[in-house]
């Protein structure tokens, strides 16, 4: 017999992302929920990232498919049990728990938690919340103060190192940016009373938990208290943007201090994946950061499988952008992802439920592999290969690949010395 839920119970199942987004939109102030929804400029890539999924398809099969499926992986020497990481993101104030909330649920998941260096919460605190927690940096300060920064992940015990590059300081999106204080002060409070007034659920749990500082607690300088999420922008505004020699530097720095896995995110072409290997990353993410960099790069699933053609025997080659199910998981690593990073859709489970949101987040996504590789016949994550999906001819984007006429499908670019 159907259950029949309680209309009036608190925090139901949410049995999709999307209904996690829709919980998420009502409970939050509608300046916290623009900042999640994020994107630049027009919005095409942030839009083309979840589209471009729609134009793969599945081949399944009808009879013959396995009892138990394994969606069990390895990612930077870590069993995961399934191909899902936690993107970093550096978002305040969706929920007092924040950062600390997304690590227990990855631990609790079996996966690994990436933390953002805008993160609202201290590095030490997330490690202690899920010991597999991966730092990650943007290319900004000076290099001693990067050095300084690495050190102070390393102590903490993180069990490895993303360095993000793809950011380009776009302002101005066509449908307008939510106005974050730089502090919440009495005039931010008087401000921004409108929307929370609205929002009696969102705006009870800070009054309890205290009002976020919106501070950057793991950019802080020996001696200073901790920059302003603003101090901590400009800092990154005004640092030079990173040479192939400055990620090589990095990556030598990481492995003196740490010697764990160094994982370079943020990358389209597959020139740049090359020489992402040549300046020696273990792992690299192919990623448009979620559509908030350069407005009119294409999807990120089209730039995929160039990349993990050229890279893929030497590096692992992660995937992340526009992840709302999980046959898009499915798809991604059909097409040569280890693993998939997700950014929204679990800020989304955050804003929506807390640390059960994103634990509720990844049981859909764990689900629907699960249900997916049933209906295609493939008993383990690994066996996937292209031949499972329908990938309508043109459809993937090879950036930067050297030109062969013979491959219809190439965007010929050349390589630039
Ligand atoms: C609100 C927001 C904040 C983000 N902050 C960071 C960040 O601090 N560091 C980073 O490497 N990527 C950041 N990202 C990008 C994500 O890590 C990831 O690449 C992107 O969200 C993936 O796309 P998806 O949201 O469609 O899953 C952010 C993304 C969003 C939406």
Request: aromatic letters at 6%; charged letters at 20%.
């Given at each position: 017999?159907?259950?029949?839920?309680?209309?009036?119970?608190?925090?139901?199942?949410?049995?999709?992302?999307?209904?996690?987004?829709?919980?998420?939109?009502?409970?939050?102030?509608?300046?916290?929920?623009?900042?999640?929804?994020?994107?630049?400029?027009?919005?095409?890539?942030?839009?083309?990232?979840?589209?471009?999924?729609?134009?793969?398809?599945?081949?399944?099969?009808?009879?013959?498919?396995?009892?138990?499926?394994?969606?069990?992986?390895?990612?930077?020497?870590?069993?995961?049990?399934?191909?899902?990481?936690?993107?970093?993101?550096?978002?305040?104030?969706?929920?007092?728990?924040?950062?600390?909330?997304?690590?227990?649920?990855?631990?609790?998941?079996?996966?690994?938690?990436?933390?953002?260096?805008?993160?609202?919460?201290?590095?030490?605190?997330?490690?202690?919340?899920?010991?597999?927690?991966?730092?990650?940096?943007?290319?900004?300060?000076?290099r001693d103060l990067m050095v300084q920064r690495m050190r102070r992940a390393h102590s903490a015990g993180v069990i490895g190192l993303i360095l993000t590059t793809d950011w380009s300081f776009s302002i101005g999106r066509d449908w307008g940016s939510p106005e974050i204080p730089?502090?919440?002060?009495?005039?931010?409070?008087?401000?921004?009373?409108?929307?929370?007034?609205?929002?009696?659920?969102?705006?009870?749990?800070?009054?309890?938990?205290?009002?976020?500082?919106?501070?950057?607690?793991?950019?802080?300088?020996?001696?200073?208290?901790?920059?302003?999420?603003?101090?901590?922008?400009?800092?990154?505004?005004?640092?030079?943007?990173?040479?192939?020699?400055?990620?090589?530097?990095?990556?030598?720095?990481?492995?003196?201090?740490?010697?764990?896995?160094?994982?370079?995110?943020?990358?389209?072409?597959?020139?740049?994946?090359?020489?992402?290997?040549?300046?020696?990353?273990?792992?690299?993410?192919?990623?448009?950061?979620?559509?908030?960099?350069?407005?009119?790069?294409?999807?990120?699933?089209?730039?995929?499988?160039?990349?993990?053609?050229?890279?893929?025997?030497?590096?692992?080659?992660?995937?992340?952008?526009?992840?709302?199910?999980?046959?898009?998981?499915?798809?991604?690593?059909?097409?040569?992802?280890?693993?998939?990073?997700?950014?929204?859709?679990?800020?989304?489970?955050?804003?929506?439920?807390?640390?059960?949101?994103?634990?509720?987040?990844?049981?859909?996504?764990?689900?629907?592999?699960?249900?997916?590789?049933?209906?295609?016949?493939?008993?383990?994550?690994?066996?996937?290969?292209?031949?499972?999906?329908?990938?309508?001819?043109?459809?993937?984007?090879?950036?930067?690949?050297?030109?062969?006429?013979?491959?219809?499908?190439?965007?010929?670019?050349?390589?630039?010395?």
């Amino acid at each position: 017999m159907r259950k029949i839920e309680n209309p009036w119970k608190q925090n139901p199942w949410l049995e999709s992302v999307a209904v996690a987004q829709r919980r998420a939109r009502k409970r939050l102030p509608a300046p916290v929920y623009d900042a999640l929804v994020a994107g630049s400029e027009r919005g095409q890539t942030v839009n083309e990232n979840e589209a471009a999924f729609r134009e793969l398809g599945l081949a399944p099969h009808a009879a013959g498919n396995p009892a138990t499926r394994s969606l069990a992986t390895r990612v930077l020497g870590q069993d995961v049990s399934l191909p899902v990481l936690i993107s970093p993101t550096g978002v305040q104030a969706v929920h007092p728990d924040g950062e600390v909330a997304v690590a227990r649920a990855a631990a609790n998941a079996g996966t690994l938690m990436g933390l953002s260096n805008f993160a609202s919460k201290p590095v030490e605190t997330v490690v202690e919340a899920n010991p597999r927690t991966l730092f990650q940096m943007y290319w900004t300060g000076d290099r001693d103060l990067m050095v300084q920064r690495m050190r102070r992940a390393h102590s903490a015990g993180v069990i490895g190192l993303i360095l993000t590059t793809d950011w380009s300081f776009s302002i101005g999106r066509d449908w307008g940016s939510p106005e974050i204080p730089e502090r919440i002060d009495l005039r931010a409070k008087l401000r921004n009373a409108p929307h929370v007034i609205r929002k009696p659920r969102w705006a009870w749990a800070f009054a309890r938990a205290g009002v976020p500082d919106l501070t950057a607690p793991n950019l802080t300088k020996p001696g200073e208290p901790a920059p302003t999420f603003f101090g901590a922008y400009y800092e990154w505004m005004s640092t030079p943007p990173p040479s192939w020699e400055d990620i090589a530097w990095a990556r030598e720095q990481w492995q003196q201090i740490s010697g764990t896995p160094f994982v370079l995110k943020g990358v389209s072409r597959v020139d740049d994946a090359l020489r992402a290997v040549d300046a020696g990353v273990h792992a690299l993410s192919v990623s448009n950061h979620g559509g908030n960099n350069l407005d009119g790069t294409p999807a990120a699933i089209r730039m995929l499988e160039p990349v993990a053609e050229a890279v893929g025997q030497q590096v692992e080659v992660f995937f992340d952008g526009g992840i709302r199910r999980g046959s898009d998981v499915v798809k991604a690593v059909a097409l040569g992802a280890r693993a998939v990073l997700i950014g929204r859709a679990y800020l989304w489970g955050l804003a929506a439920n807390g640390q059960a949101g994103v634990e509720n987040v990844l049981d859909v996504l764990r689900m629907g592999i699960d249900s997916t590789l049933l209906g295609l016949g493939v008993s383990d994550i690994h066996d996937l290969t292209p031949a499972d999906l329908v990938v309508p001819d043109g459809f993937h984007r090879a950036l930067g690949r050297p030109s062969r006429t013979s491959d219809a499908t190439t965007n010929p670019v050349s390589l630039r010395a």
